[in-house]
């Protein structure tokens, strides 16, 4: 991609081989200030739109006032847009070229049709769910607002920035522009008279979430060539001006503006039929203020990037608060985190991969990212919830996001933010055992030596339903509709109305727990110095399993397919064929509770006066988390990625999935991947967004 500044000089012709785009036009003017009087104009480009592989053809043409200029030939390519090609031939088939003054009504217009798309696109923007993650876009597809001025779609576009280099022409006073780095070098080494003054800004070489494309038009009867981010603005020109030939994409911009963008100012000079383009405010003001005459002001042409992240040459690099990073290097960089004691709660740190070697983010002592990329473990750290009280059971929604805990001679408390802060509900009983719906609404509760309840209201009511028993253990379906409920020296009872009636099902015995399949139909119940046994139609009728043990807790997968069984005082279990057949896993223990993901693969379970143990693997191997506390009970996320326990005597606590503690921990991205980090305090950082391949170490 080449830009060229060009501002009207002293009569002269500028033809140079083995550079892709030049432009010059008669001076008509005598400017003292080189800046605010320069053109600007966006030339050939790389990077896969239009192709840098022609070469000036030398010809001569004449201009309206009789004045010779020097003229490029097209380069030909082509550019996508919202107007089909035949529709295009067609406007073509009998256009004439347009005198002067309609030429300048009809880019006047065109400029009209630009403003009018950059207010729709911001329009747009402001419509979209703020929430709405960016990795759920396509590219090219307007992004939030919110993700704009947050600086998520700059930094999601860092991977593809390429600097834009500025020369300055000492013979005919306009600016040459290249994104090239050997166009850039050859002209500095075969041009002497370019004066070479260093990077002007940067663009976007490919397409991204909230960019679109900008397409470069060549004017062959000025020789300037002519941007535009508009679909409109384009049409208007390929159906009326002939004298414009398309050269495809140029780069990539955007509409809305945010943070890591600025403005592209544009002017027209309608004397000459050609535009002057900047990104400085400065210089636009200027033009204001002294060149109205002849220059008309048509506002913001479209966004284009500032390029605040640092480009990483080096395969080391320590990360500084609020930076941004583009790690540039054949072999992975390693970035590391700023430490915590230099960090504030809200700094981010963000990362891109520009290199063929991708990136490496490294921890302190103490960090830790919280994430739900491949490879993040839940159970790693734990955060000490609410107060301190004889908590007795808990049960989460299958996002994590709701949560229910019961008090043993004490109330129900509810979270709807993951733990974070607990709401009082209902009466003190003797609650013994909660359970929740997927979504968290519906939830059931049983009061030992009392009744069981329901709520359809996420815990804001609750309706006594059944009798007096000695009510164990509940579980519930995903839609909240069957519940299944264990009594101690009972039986056990299902319903399918969500707790209006329920029915008997098998024989007295010390139920001890019970758990349900998503649909309700699979259920496993556990017996007390029994048996385990299984049913498969719903509690209608079941089967017994295994050996007599002390089967204290049981926790089944959304399929039922796969079980996990904590035994008092023995080992945990675990079932892969609905509980047809057993395997002991890890060592005795008090074991007290488990709870398992949806899809079986990851299992936490506590020990009573032990620590809490977390498997990523179906409990092939488990690992041992936090300190020796009274855990009475645990519930897990459907994905497992987020953990809440509760402790006897003492608090809850919650846990989110994220990288390995410490300095041993941290993520990695391949090449054209990105990250943003947000630091939440206490060591801990959050992903805020995550584009290509980004994976936990």
């Not at 006032?65 to 406007?91: D, F, H, P, Q």
């Not at 043993?408 to 003797?430: E, K, M, V």
């Not at 509709?481 to 099902?505: D, I």
């Not at 936090?626 to 005597?649: H, K, Y």
């Amino acid at each position: 991609m080449v830009l060229i500044r060009c501002i009207p000089a002293a009569p002269s012709l500028l033809a140079r081989e083995g550079v892709n785009d030049t432009e010059a036009k008669m001076n008509q003017s005598n400017p003292s200030d080189r800046e605010a009087q320069s053109h600007t104009s966006v030339g050939s480009a790389a990077h896969g739109r239009i192709t840098g592989g022609c070469r000036l053809a030398s010809s001569l043409r004449r201009f309206a006032g009789g004045v010779l200029v020097s003229t490029l030939a097209a380069c030909g390519g082509g550019g996508s847009g919202g107007n089909s090609t035949a529709e295009v031939n067609k406007a073509l088939g009998s256009l004439t070229t347009p005198s002067p003054s309609q030429s300048v009504e009809l880019q006047a217009r065109g400029a009209e049709l630009n403003t009018q798309e950059l207010a729709q696109a911001e329009n747009e923007a402001s419509s979209l769910p703020a929430t709405t993650p960016l990795a759920q876009l396509a590219d090219g597809q307007t992004a939030p607002l919110a993700a704009y001025q947050s600086g998520l779609v700059a930094r999601k576009a860092a991977a593809t920035l390429v600097p834009v280099y500025r020369f300055y022409n000492t013979q005919t006073g306009t600016h040459f522009y290249t994104s090239s780095t050997s166009e850039r070098d050859a002209v500095r080494a075969s041009q002497p008279i370019y004066s070479y003054e260093g990077q002007a800004f940067m663009a976007a070489s490919a397409a991204s979430v909230g960019l679109k494309p900008v397409y470069r038009f060549f004017n062959t009867q000025t020789g300037v060539h002519f941007y535009t981010i508009s679909e409109s603005e384009r049409f208007n020109i390929e159906t009326t001006l002939p004298q414009f030939q398309l050269e495809g994409v140029a780069y990539y911009a955007s509409q809305v503006a945010g943070i890591g963008f600025t403005p592209l100012y544009r002017f027209f000079l309608s004397g000459a039929g050609t535009h002057f383009y900047t990104v400085s405010e400065a210089e636009r003001q200027r033009v204001i203020d002294t060149l109205s005459s002849t220059y008309g002001f048509e506002g913001v042409g479209y966004q284009v990037l500032t390029g605040a992240c640092s480009f990483v040459n080096t395969t080391v690099q320590q990360a500084a608060p609020n930076g941004c990073y583009l790690a540039n290097n054949g072999a992975q960089v390693n970035i590391a985190l700023p430490s915590s004691a230099v960090l504030a709660v809200g700094d981010k740190v963000s990362v891109s991969g520009v290199g063929a070697g991708g990136w490496q983010i490294s921890q302190n002592a103490g960090q830790l990212v919280q994430t739900t990329l491949p490879g993040a473990l839940a159970g790693q750290r734990w955060t000490a919830r609410d107060a301190s009280r004889d908590w007795f059971s808990v049960a989460s929604s299958a996002d994590g996001s709701k949560l229910v805990a019961a008090v043993y001679n004490g109330q129900i408390y509810t979270s709807s933010n993951a733990g974070l802060s607990w709401t009082g509900r209902d009466a003190s009983r003797s609650w013994q055992s909660v359970a929740s719906s997927a979504d968290g609404s519906k939830l059931v509760a049983a009061v030992y030596n009392g009744q069981v309840y329901t709520s359809s209201n996420a815990g804001l009511s609750w309706i006594a339903r059944e009798s007096d028993r000695g009510w164990r253990s509940v579980a519930s379906s995903a839609d909240g509709s069957k519940l299944v409920a264990a009594v101690y020296n009972g039986q056990v009872y299902t319903s399918s109305n969500a707790g209006l009636s329920w029915t008997a099902r098998d024989a007295t015995r010390d139920w001890c727990s019970v758990a349900s399949s998503a649909d309700g139909n699979q259920l496993v119940s556990g017996e007390c110095g029994g048996q385990i046994y299984t049913s498969s139609n719903a509690g209608l009728t079941w089967t017994a399993r295994d050996a007599n043990r002390n089967w204290y807790f049981v926790a089944s997968s959304a399929d039922g397919s796969k079980l996990v069984a904590a035994v008092y005082n023995g080992q945990i279990y675990t079932s892969s064929n609905a509980g047809l057949t057993w395997t002991a896993r890890d060592a005795t223990r008090s074991w007290q509770s488990v709870a398992s993901s949806d899809d079986g693969s990851k299992l936490v379970a506590v020990v009573r006066g032990g620590q809490i143990y977390t498997s990523s693997n179906a409990g092939l191997s488990w690992t041992a988390r936090e300190s020796d506390r009274d855990w009475w009970s645990v519930a897990s996320s459907a994905d497992g990625n987020q953990l809440v326990s509760v402790v006897r005597g003492g608090q809850i606590y919650t846990s989110q999935a994220s990288t390995t503690p410490g300095a041993t921990g941290g993520l990695q991205g391949a090449a054209g991947s990105s990250v943003d980090l947000q630091y939440l305090g206490d060591g801990v950082f959050e992903v805020l967004s995550t584009s290509g391949s980004v994976t936990v170490q």
